[in-house]
């Protein structure tokens, strides 16, 4: 009986985890399969641009709109009960097509040199981006909406229907003789929109009483700094393959397709994580509400335990079957060297760690602390990239120092945040408990 005592911190703050794990597995495996398919068929060469496309997706994707999910469905949980929340739907959405119209004119001005220094001069990539910004703002309202009424069944479909449509599309564009980034790109770009509208059956799912008025108040207080946060945290995520496309010659152009071939490969903890971390802000959230402050602190402990053991297991993985396993998903063209794949996966074990003490900032208010972290991350990222000749060692070095920074600022800066947190939950406590022991006139 003491074991499952001791055990229930870390369950609890994992539960809905199993509801979203099959989802987002099945989305991995289909997610590397596309990838897969697309550089077997483009060689290391075409795949590059479309390794390029991936990363500003994944950038500005979950980057830009995974404040609008986190706001959308802490907003709607509060009114579960009677399935309210189209008010703030009404709102988010407002200003989520603000965010995609921002990113899209800014591309289309700055249009010439992004396609000429990342896309291989294609503009259809371009259009392809610009496609993909408009589903990924719509995708992520539809799993705000869903985190926030709890129904991980269907958030899980969402992530794994919008993994195997793209993976569909791309099977499709091959057998029909395609030989084009453009196809790879246009499997990218529609395959959030497909998704949403199969999962949400045109909508009709995700319809809600107006319930209680919402305020721009309650769904703005913290959007600036996730928006900041959420941008950094993608950008060292996948900032890899865009550096390597502007670092390299131009003679050497199927560097970056290699180099997004390992990425892929060392990050199966990243892709892993995602089932726990749709569930793990809401209970992270619950746990603080209630004050269970230690039971908190017992359960991060663990899940730092975890994290510390899968750092080791990631990296020497990486280093022994990494390039084997590149190898047999892309095909003997993306060769890798064992350092690389021990270093990439490392990284991404780190980012992980990182990650999971990011929701406990956000969870606790620490949206500042939160956007902070990120930010020395990408400094570290910056920085990383100067100290090496060599284009895949000042990358996989960027990343390392990106993750290990940005993982030293949440150890050092979370214990304050929590002891803070604790303090003002305890004098609003103390405030409405005076004010109902007031004697009434």
Not at 367 to 396: H, K, M, P, Q
Request: charge should be positive; include cysteine; aromatic fraction near 10%.
């Amino acid at each position: 009986m003491r074991f499952r005592t001791t055990l229930r911190p870390f369950s609890g703050l994992l539960s809905g985890t199993s509801s979203v794990g099959s989802g987002v597995l099945a989305a991995g495996l289909f997610t590397y399969l596309f990838l897969s398919l697309s550089g077997r068929v483009l060689g290391a060469s075409g795949f590059a641009p479309v390794s390029t496309l991936w990363a500003m997706v994944f950038i500005v994707g979950p980057g830009l709109f995974m404040p609008v999910q986190q706001e959308l469905g802490r907003v709607i949980a509060g009114q579960r009960g009677e399935r309210g929340g189209s008010n703030a739907v009404g709102k988010i959405a407002l200003i989520t097509s603000g965010f995609a119209v921002f990113i899209i004119a800014f591309t289309l001005a700055a249009a010439p040199w992004i396609t000429e220094q990342l896309l291989g001069g294609s503009w259809a990539l371009l259009w392809c981006f610009e496609g993909a910004v408009v589903a990924y703002a719509l995708m992520f309202v539809v799993r705000g909406i869903f985190s926030g009424l709890g129904d991980y069944r269907n958030f899980g479909r969402l992530v794994a229907i919008e993994s195997f449509a793209r993976l569909v599309i791309g099977a499709v564009v091959t057998l029909l003789g395609a030989r084009s980034a453009i196809a790879f790109g246009l499997a990218i770009a529609l395959a959030p929109i497909i998704s949403a509208a199969a999962v949400t059956r045109l909508g009709s799912k995700v319809r809600l009483r107006s319930g209680p008025h919402v305020s721009w108040r309650q769904v703005t207080k913290a959007m600036g700094w996730l928006v900041l946060g959420s941008v950094m945290a993608q950008f060292l995520a996948n900032a890899g393959p865009l550096a390597v496309q502007l670092l390299t010659p131009s003679t050497q152009e199927n560097r970056t397709g290699v180099f997004l071939s390992a990425l892929v490969v060392a990050r199966l903890s990243l892709y892993l994580f995602q089932a726990v971390q749709a569930t793990l802000l809401p209970n992270l959230a619950e746990l603080l509400a209630t004050g269970r402050i230690a039971e908190l602190r017992q359960a991060l402990r663990r899940l730092m335990v975890v994290g510390a053991v899968l750092v080791a297991v990631t990296a020497l993985g990486g280093l022994f079957l990494g390039p084997f396993a590149v190898r047999l998903l892309f095909g003997s063209a993306f060769s890798v060297s064992g350092a690389t794949m021990a270093a990439l996966a490392g990284a991404s074990g780190i980012y992980v760690l990182a990650s999971t003490m990011s929701a406990v900032a956000i969870a606790s208010s620490g949206y500042r602390l939160n956007a902070l972290s990120w930010f020395v991350g990408c400094l570290a990222f910056t920085a990383g990239i100067l100290f090496s000749d060599d284009l895949f060692v000042r990358v996989e070095l960027g990343y390392l120092c990106g993750s290990c920074a940005t993982a030293a600022v949440f150890l050092i800066g979370l214990p304050v945040q929590l002891r803070h947190y604790r303090a003002i939950t305890r004098a609003v406590s103390n405030t409405s408990t005076d004010d109902r022991s007031m004697p009434t006139s």
